[in-house]
């Protein structure tokens, strides 16, 4: 594993000292973080501004800059986050063409993977939009624990933030991440 992943755990640790829930995300595309979000939510007071979101808004950044297709590049980009994708997010990412989600928790109350809806794999779109590939499992524990971090003593009705499938991080097929740097976008 190289260092590059747990950069994840820090992006999501930094929403939470923000005051915000503890989400945090990396675009990966062929061993560069051409993306990277926290969620914003309470800072920005939009709705929309998810970590995903955001990084999806610096990896498009990223392409113009090259002048590469977007489309080119999401295919072959992953996301890795610590929360399962929203409803709303799993179904920007997918209409965005990425390859695939690669993710911590499940997210209880508006998981696009599947847990609430299937947004990532669901057929009856009218474009056949290429599946979401969503695997769970990456820093869940750690992802649970900031979650919990950030309920305790918020609302006496959260939710309470499950581990789905507590995959040892080597049991997940990741692609090879040999090589990789620590390269800002941009
Ligand atoms: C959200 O931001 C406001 C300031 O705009 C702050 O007072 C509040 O504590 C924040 N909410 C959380 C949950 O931290
Ligand atoms: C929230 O963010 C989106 C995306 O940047 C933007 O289009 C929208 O206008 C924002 N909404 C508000 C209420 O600021
Ligand atoms: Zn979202």
Known sequence: ???????????????????EVPVGCLLVYDGQIIGKGKNGVNFTKNATRHAEMLAIEEALDWCKNRNVAYKEVFARTDLYV??????????ALRISGLRRVVYGCSNERFGGCGSILDVASDQRTTDSQPVLQCVPGIFAETSVQLLKEFYR???PNAP???????????????????????????
């Open 160 to 186: 309470n933030p499950k581990v789905k499938k507590a995959h040892d991080i080597q049991d997940i097929p990741l692609p090879s991440l040999e090589g990789v740097q620590m390269k800002d976008p941009t």
């Open 1 to 19: 594993m190289t260092k590059l992943l747990f950069l994840l755990p820090f992006q999501a640790k930094a929403a939470l000292l923000q005051g």
């Open 153 to 155: 003593g918020q609302n």
């Open 82 to 91: 610590n929360v399962e994708p929203c409803i709303m997010c799993a179904g």
